[in-house]
């Protein structure tokens, strides 16, 4: 192999993976993020999303209704409820080990319900199957188990 062989090779290298970084920085949102359109109003979704997830044994830990908690502050945005989802048999494989605490600042679920200016509702969460591959293990066990479990809630109101 002659010089400029190495340095066209190596300087390939080099351009593809600059432009396998910039490619995954910007789809790596929506990878990450899942949104899909209700097929119920604001209310609706809210109303049958909330009986979804108690008939699915899981806890409604926290409900956050931004559009209520932004106009205390002067601000007129349209229906959003952000909802940290609790099922105790998950969280607990978790946090009864040491190391899988790490990932404790995901805990509880989140998934958000809100209004467009479309008019139109949506259903949004972490894609939570693809963020637990990457732990592996326990964590990936339990996660992939609860993501099967509140997509299937989920799918209740955007079906």
Known sequence: MNKQTIVMSVGGLIVGAVLMGIIGFYSLPGMMMMEDESRYDFDTTVEVFEEKVRE???SIVVTHDMQEILQRHGHDVIGVKI???CSSRYSAEILKLDDERIVTP???CRIAIYEKSNGKTYVTRMDSELMARPFGG????VMQKAAVEMEAVVEQVIL
């Open 56 to 58: 699915a044994g899981w």
């Open 83 to 85: 909802y940290e989802l």
């Open 106 to 108: 995901m805990m509880p």
């Open 138 to 141: 326990v964590i990936n066990d």
